[in-house]
């Protein structure tokens, strides 16, 4: 079946250590986006990916880096700059990006930083 | 002001009623509209997508877009407990990926 895959489900790190995040998508989509999703709140754009080894920053990249070496994967590290990461992280993919193409979200990796 | 902007309820209706979400936005070059469905501790899931003006049904939900008031709502109708999640508005704003407001909490009271 297609889908998304995102490792692992929780993840714990101590303060100061970068930790890299994993997805991975069998869509054959062309875009992949990060987004963050804080206690209460709704999703925040982290970075996205339109085509292989090209991808933006969304409207909060600090401390954040991603590559795209690959159509099917797109991993997020969050780095000991970014000084709240503990949250609830969502990859997603769609079509080439245009007004009609939804999101398909991964399951989401829970990161808690003590 | 935020791009998409939902009130965070909770949204608080008893089973069998009709229930209705609300969305505004404010970049009025925004296409098309996205509403996810999302279970505590769980990923979004898409329920509706809108792309017009007028209203959208498939089966028990309703879209409506209204672009010159750059209003998106949805209709539930005849709520179950098994819709109490929160609901996730989210809009093309122009730029290339999604843009999504703070969520609305439903509760469907059995």
């Known amino acids: 079946d297609g889908g998304i895959t995102q490792s692992p489900k929780y993840l714990f790190r101590k303060e100061g250590q970068n930790v890299t995040l994993s997805c991975e998508q069998n869509?054959?989509?062309?875009?992949m986006y990060w987004y963050r999703q804080d206690p209460g709140q709704g999703l925040r754009l982290i970075y996205y990916?339109?085509?292989?080894?090209?991808?933006q920053k969304g409207d909060i990249a600090e401390g954040y880096s991603v590559s795209r070496e690959k159509k099917e994967s797109f991993p997020l590290t969050v780095t000991s700059a970014q000084k709240n990461p503990t949250a609830f992280y969502l990859c997603?993919?769609?079509?080439?990006?245009?007004?009609?193409?939804?999101?398909?979200f991964g399951n989401g990796t829970r990161l808690t930083v003590t | 002001q935020k791009e998409v902007e939902q009130n965070s309820g909770p949204l608080s209706v008893p089973e069998g009623a009709i229930a209705s979400l609300n969305c505004t936005y404010s970049d009025r070059g925004s296409q098309s509209f996205f509403w996810y469905r999302q279970y505590s501790g769980k990923s979004p899931e898409l329920i509706m997508s809108?792309?017009?003006?007028g209203d959208k049904e498939d089966g028990r939900f309703t879209a409506q877009l209204n672009k010159a008031s750059q209003y998106v709502s949805l209709l539930i109708r005849d709520s179950q407990p098994s819709d109490s999640a929160t609901y996730l508005c989210a809009g093309a704003t122009g730029r290339r990926a999604l843009t999504f407001g703070s969520g609305t909490r439903l509760q469907v009271q059995p």
């Open positions: 809108i792309y017009s003006n």
């Open positions: 997603a993919s769609s079509p080439p990006p245009g007004t009609r193409s939804p999101l398909h």
């Open positions: 869509l054959n989509h062309d875009a």
């Open positions: 990916s339109q085509i292989v080894n090209d991808f």
